[in-house]
């Protein structure tokens, strides 16, 4: 919660995705959130359009490599 006992974005994400964060982890686990967010804000900038972002595609092989 902040000040005016409304709840924090952090409080909310939590709550949307169904997590609750143990007391002892909240603080850390609040304050990855925020750096997270600001990391974002810095890729998702005007002169980076959110096509240029990463896109996290990873292949697999499913076969053994041939020698």
Known sequence: M???GE???FDLVMSR???SVPPEF???TAA???ELMAM???LRSADR???HEP???YRMRTEPPVD
């Open 2 to 4: 902040n000040r005016a």
């Open 55 to 57: 896109s996290g595609v």
């Open 26 to 28: 909240r603080a850390g």
């Open 49 to 51: 359009p959110v096509g």
């Open 7 to 9: 709840p924090s974005d």
């Open 17 to 19: 995705a169904g997590l």
């Open 32 to 34: 990855s959130y925020a």
């Open 40 to 42: 974002a804000e810095l």
